[in-house]
């Protein structure tokens, strides 16, 4: 999996990682609860995101227009949270 996007596709992961700073950054960089608490509430908020953007739409190559990782912008950001997620309980 490459750093790729696509238009808009790049809120999909700096989505996630501007919601885990403003945790980090109001509750404390050991708040862990706070952080998974973040995390999901990203996640909720890029498959919103994404769905508004890419809805139906699809470009000239078939694919949605808002591309994360490759993947539409929604599947990606709720990736990347979830990878965030579970990143706080090892």
Same mark, same amino acid.
């Given at each position: ?23 980090? =950054? ?13 995390? =999901? ?6 498959? =919103? =995101? ?12 078939? @694919? ?10 929604? @599947? ?15």
């Amino acid at each position: 999996m490459t750093l790729t996007w696509r238009r808009l596709g790049y809120l999909g992961f700096m989505i996630p990682f501007a919601f885990w700073g403003l945790a980090a =950054v109001l509750f404390g960089h050991m708040a862990f609860g706070a952080f998974r608490v973040a995390f =999901v509430l990203a996640a909720i908020t890029v498959w =919103v =995101v994404g769905n508004r953007l890419n809805g139906d739409d699809t470009d000239d190559d078939g @694919k949605a227009p808002h591309l994360t990782f490759g993947m539409p912008m929604q @599947k990606a950001g709720v990736l990347v949270s979830l990878a965030g997620l579970v990143l706080t309980f090892l």
